[in-house]
């Protein structure tokens, strides 16, 4: 889960988690803390907020590939 603000990222995790049954591997505030967690652990479903600002969620995005 990626999202610029950790109290949202943790609720959205939660509800995945709860409702969907989905092992969340964490939740990071920016691309590079992401990045760290992908090369890490690799998901199989990567959820993140297109709106962090220009196209620098791409990173994160390009790595899950």
């Not at 990071?28 to 690799?42: D, F, G, H, N, Y």
Request: aromatic share 4%; hydrophobic share 45%; proline share 3%.
């Amino acid at each position: 889960m990626l999202d610029d603000y950790r109290m949202v990222g943790q609720s959205i995790a939660g509800v995945l988690s709860q409702l969907c049954g989905l092992v969340v591997l964490g939740v990071c505030t920016s691309v590079a803390e992401a990045c760290a967690l992908i090369r890490k652990s690799p998901p199989r479903l990567l959820v993140l907020d297109v709106e962090l600002g220009g196209e620098i969620y791409r990173e994160a995005a390009d790595l899950h590939r």
